[in-house]
C-alpha cells in the first residue's frame, strides 16, 4: 500500500523519517523537498562555490537516505542535517587541493573610474570573499545565525557548543570582516544602496 505523495506535505519530520526508514522514497523526496534550500544555502557559505556546495549537499541527503535511523531526535533533523553539510564541508577544506584561475577572485578592472560605485553584485562579491577567508567555524556561525536567522541557542546546538561559545565566535568573526573590509566600507555602501542617476 502506498500514500499519495501529497499526504506526505502535511506530515511531522519525524514522520516523515519513520516513514523514510520504511522505504517510502516520496517520504524522503519531501525531506528534502523542506531541507535542501537551507542545507544547501549553508554549504555554500562554508565552501563558497556552488559546485562544492551541491556536492556537500547531496553528500548529506545521501547519508540520510542510507540510514535516516541515524537521526536520535526527529524533532532536530534540520539541526542534524546542517551540522552534517558544516562538518563535510571543514572535512573537505583540510584535504589538500590545487587551486584554479577560476577559485581566484576576480582581477579589477584598472580603467574603472574610481568614483563609480559598486554593482550590487561586485559589493556581495567582496563580502563573500572576506567570509571565505575567515576560519571554518566563524564562517559557520555567521552563516547560521545571519544567514539562516536562527536564533543563538538552535545555531549552538548545531554546532555542538554553548551559547557563550558561539557568541564568541560571532563576536570574532564580526571583528575579522569590519577589518578585512575596513578599506572598502564606502564602495560597499556605494554598491549596496540604491543609487539614482
Do not use: C
Not at 2 to 18: K, P, V, W
Not at 154 to 174: F, H, K, P, T
Amino acid at each position: 500500500m502506498t500514500r499519495d505523495a501529497s499526504a506526505f506535505g502535511e506530515m511531522t519530520d519525524a514522520g516523515l523519517l519513520m516513514a523514510a526508514a520504511g522505504g517510502a522514497s516520496s517520504a524522503f523526496a519531501e525531506i528534502v523537498s523542506r531541507h535542501y534550500q537551507p542545507v544547501y544555502r549553508l554549504a555554500w557559505r562554508m565552501a563558497g562555490d556552488a559546485a562544492t556546495a551541491e556536492d556537500l549537499t547531496q553528500e548529506a541527503f545521501i547519508k540520510l537516505w542510507r540510514n535516516p535511523r541515524q537521526v536520535r531526535d526527529a524533532a532536530a533533523l534540520k539541526g542534524w542535517l546542517m551540522r552534517v553539510v558544516a562538518n563535510a564541508a571543514i572535512d573537505r577544506a583540510r584535504r589538500p587541493s590545487l587551486a584554479t584561475l577560476e577559485e581566484g577572485p576576480e582581477p579589477v578592472d584598472p580603467q574603472a573610474r574610481p568614483d563609480a560605485p559598486l554593482a550590487r553584485a561586485e559589493a556581495s562579491r567582496l563580502v563573500d570573499a572576506a567570509l571565505a577567508e575567515l576560519p571554518h567555524r566563524q564562517r559557520q556561525a555567521l552563516a547560521l545565525v545571519y544567514f539562516e536567522n536562527m536564533p543563538n541557542a538552535e545555531a549552538a546546538d548545531i554546532m555542538e557548543v554553548s551559547i557563550d561559545a558561539l557568541e564568541s565566535l560571532l563576536a570574532r568573526a564580526r571583528r575579522s570582516l569590519k577589518d578585512r573590509l575596513a578599506g572598502q566600507w564606502r564602495m560597499l555602501l556605494d554598491g549596496l544602496t540604491e543609487t539614482g542617476s
